[in-house]
């Protein structure tokens, strides 16, 4: 079982996403906040992550996926939730994916095919 950390990210294009902290606000589409609940890796290729997306204003749909800094891939969850919030609707879910075990981000972007990142939460093997 893994946590927040409060370590300093190792990768500058996603700490300026606020990857270094547990939750994280973002700006665009309505703003709010992008926190990490829990997580836990299952397996050395399997992590289930719980996330809760708040907007302060208006609803948006999102994706979220995972990026791997021992490969620098990326990684869509192999579940396939609905991922929309709106003011006074947050969105709770939790994701799987089948990454390698090791230090990784969780991006919540703009829905459609990796959109702009919006917000970034590390995760600790």
Do not use: C, H
Not at 4 to 16: F, K, M, R, V, Y
Not at 88 to 100: D, I, N, Q, S, V
């Amino acid at each position: 079982t893994g946590g927040p950390s409060s370590e300093p990210s190792l990768s500058a294009n996603t700490s300026s996403l606020g990857a270094q902290e547990s939750r994280a606000p973002f700006e665009a589409n309505g703003g709010g906040v992008f926190k990490l609940l829990s997580y836990n890796w299952s397996s050395d290729n399997n992590v289930e992550v719980q996330v809760r997306v708040t907007l302060n204003e208006g609803s948006a749909s999102f994706d979220i996926y995972l990026l791997s800094s021992r490969n620098m891939k990326s990684y869509p969850p192999v579940n396939s939730p609905s991922l929309r919030a709106g003011a006074g609707r947050p969105l709770e879910t939790t994701l799987k994916f089948a990454a390698p075990r090791d230090r990784s981000t969780v991006v919540l972007s703009t829905e459609s095919g990796r959109g702009r990142g919006l917000a970034a939460l590390t995760l600790n093997p």
